[in-house]
């Protein structure tokens, strides 16, 4: 992608924010984020490594206290990220629940939220090879469509940008991404006006 884009994003990350990526289990916000991080130069945190590094893993977590004390172990981790992160362009990966959390949903009206927008074929076969997610233990397709009925909404809701990662690898989806970023930065420091409906990145 063109330099100036980057240029652009550095230029307006007081505008931006933290970049916060949400979506379901599996989608790839991990690997998206880490790649988005590396081409803009930044920091990236994954707000679940935070709590497994402060906590145990979070299959011990769910285990041992149950998913209460998990949210609120996440809730605090995601805090924590977004604080650290304002002014400056660091990207954060938020657990696939953690945009349930009502003080987390308000923390992120100070980001530029980034959807990763999929469907249950695009993740079947990730899930197939990690089955050790807490929340998708027995049938774990259909847990991971029962969850993401109920929390589709809330990613349409929070999102500033939609990015769909059914096709493409991830280089090329932190790429498109990127490019994305750099328009929406471009905007806001401009001062234009944010469109009524979220914008899609093709």
Same mark, same amino acid.
């Given at each position: 992608?063109?330099a100036?884009?980057?240029?652009r994003l550095?230029?307006a990350a007081?505008h931006l924010g933290? $970049?916060v990526?949400i979506?379901?289990?599996?989608?790839?916000?991990? !690997?998206?984020g /880490?790649?988005? =991080?590396?081409?803009?130069?930044?920091? *990236? $945190?994954d707000?679940?490594?935070l709590?497994v !590094?402060q906590?145990? %893993?979070?299959?011990?977590?769910f285990?041992s206290? +149950?998913?209460?004390a *998990?949210?609120?172990?996440?809730a605090?981790? @995601?805090a /924590?990220a977004?604080?650290? !992160?304002?002014?400056s362009? %660091? &990207?954060?990966?938020?657990?696939?629940?953690?945009?349930?959390?009502?003080g %987390? /949903?308000?923390?992120?009206?100070?980001?530029? &939220?980034?959807?990763?927008?999929?469907? !249950?074929? %695009?993740?079947?076969?990730?899930?197939?090879?990690?089955?050790?997610r807490p929340?998708l233990? +027995?049938?774990?397709?259909?847990?991971?469509?029962t969850?993401f009925?109920t929390? /589709?909404?809330?990613?349409?809701?929070l =999102?500033?940008?939609?990015?769909d990662?059914r096709?493409?690898s991830?280089?090329?989806?932190?790429h498109?991404?990127?490019?994305?970023?750099g328009?929406?930065?471009?905007?806001?420091?401009? =001062?234009v006006p944010?469109?009524?409906a979220t914008?899609? @990145?093709?």
């Amino acid at each position: 992608m063109p330099a100036g884009n980057t240029d652009r994003l550095s230029a307006a990350a007081r505008h931006l924010g933290p $970049v916060v990526l949400i979506g379901p289990m599996a989608v790839g916000k991990s !690997a998206i984020g /880490q790649q988005l =991080a590396q081409h803009l130069g930044c920091a *990236f $945190v994954d707000t679940d490594a935070l709590v497994v !590094a402060q906590h145990g %893993t979070i299959a011990e977590i769910f285990a041992s206290r +149950g998913e209460h004390a *998990f949210r609120e172990l996440e809730a605090r981790a @995601v805090a /924590q990220a977004i604080e650290k !992160a304002q002014g400056s362009a %660091t &990207v954060i990966s938020l657990g696939g629940g953690a945009v349930l959390d009502s003080g %987390t /949903q308000q923390l992120l009206g100070r980001c530029t &939220v980034v959807y990763l927008e999929c469907d !249950a074929e %695009t993740v079947a076969e990730r899930i197939a090879r990690n089955s050790g997610r807490p929340l998708l233990a +027995g049938d774990a397709m259909g847990r991971w469509r029962t969850l993401f009925a109920t929390r /589709q909404p809330v990613y349409e809701r929070l =999102a500033d940008l939609v990015l769909d990662v059914r096709s493409g690898s991830v280089p090329e989806l932190a790429h498109r991404l990127e490019d994305a970023l750099g328009e929406h930065a471009a905007a806001k420091t401009a =001062a234009v006006p944010a469109p009524a409906a979220t914008k899609e @990145v093709e």
